[in-house]
């Protein structure tokens, strides 16, 4: 795997080993990044479920502020500190080693607020209504939720989001979703 464009543009980075990661393949994450490239500059990152951090070291590459990157598997983050070391990308990165849920409720301890939020679970995750749900107050406005998933079986979400656009490569599938704005009270 390699970083596709930016300031790491062609490095190579590592993946889990073993079939408890599915990588974001090259052309996808390319194709992806045409579709979001103008929001990534200064973009503040969330990548749950990041494996080998692929989706949020690109957004880096490409002039994203900061990432933080979940993953709860062992192996999986190992690699992660690897490939944001030999990156040079320590500055910006923060490495949480816990599942996704610990994560949330960590995040909004903080009150972190996020532009771009990455979402690759495993294919056989296609419920993310609980998991979009603890996303929603750690999204700034106008941010958007990318879901990978595969091509003929889109993810279910929360119904606070919305999809805005969908694509498929191959047999991956992306949709970008964003929050919809609050229902305003009748008077």
Known sequence: MRIIAGSARSRVIDA???????????????????????????????????????????????????????????????????????????????????????????LQAEQARFDLVFLDPPYAMGDLTTVTEALLPLLAEDARVIIEHQADSPSRFYPALEAVDSRRWGYAGVTICRALPPQEEET
């Open 16 to 106: 889990p080993k073993g079939l408890d990661t599915r990588p974001t393949l090259d052309r996808v994450r390319e194709n992806l990044f045409n579709v979001i490239s103008r929001r990534v500059p200064g973009a503040r990152v969330l990548d749950l479920f990041a494996g080998s951090g692929a989706l949020a070291l690109e957004a880096i590459s490409r002039g994203a502020a900061s990432a933080v990157l979940v993953d709860r598997d062992r192996e999986a983050h190992l690699v992660e500190e690897r490939n944001v070391q030999r990156l040079g990308f320590s500055g910006q990165v923060r490495l949480f080693h816990c599942d996704w849920a610990a994560a949330a409720k960590r």
